[in-house]
């Protein structure tokens, strides 16, 4: 098996069990502030199933990032695309959002808007600490 397909899945078996958990969180915290104490067995089943997937698929494709021979561009693209479509068939799939055009258009924006600059975010964390680090070995 390809070693970045293994890695892929490595890291999505560690931590695919946060989804659940965070899910868990969102419902204790709708129940708190709407007053709702029930909840009907398939949505909370779905809820906990695709949060698994998405934490998986979050975690596991941080791989594209660790691949050496492509370029930054190639694996920004792969990441984002892969995350994209399981956020957008996850929300869909649980009503969290409607399956309409102009909802996943604002879905869209905001994704892209939000992924970009956490993605520019660490890329300048991890730029900065690079080059402290080169300058400690260096100096």
Known sequence: MNKYVREFFHRGLIFGGFG????????????????????????VFMGIVTTYILAFVQAGATVFNQIEHWSVPKS??????????????AYVAN????FKAEVLGVFTVIFVVVFFLVWGIVYLAVKSTGKKFNEKLNG
Request: charged content about 5%.
């Open 20 to 43: 659940p958990i965070v899910f868990g969180i969102i419902v204790l915290c709708i129940s708190y502030f709407d007053g709702v104490t029930e909840h009907s067995a398939l949505p």
């Open 95 to 98: 009503s969290w959002i409607p």
């Open 76 to 89: 920004v693209f792969y990441h984002f695309g892969l995350l994209y479509v399981v956020y957008s068939l």
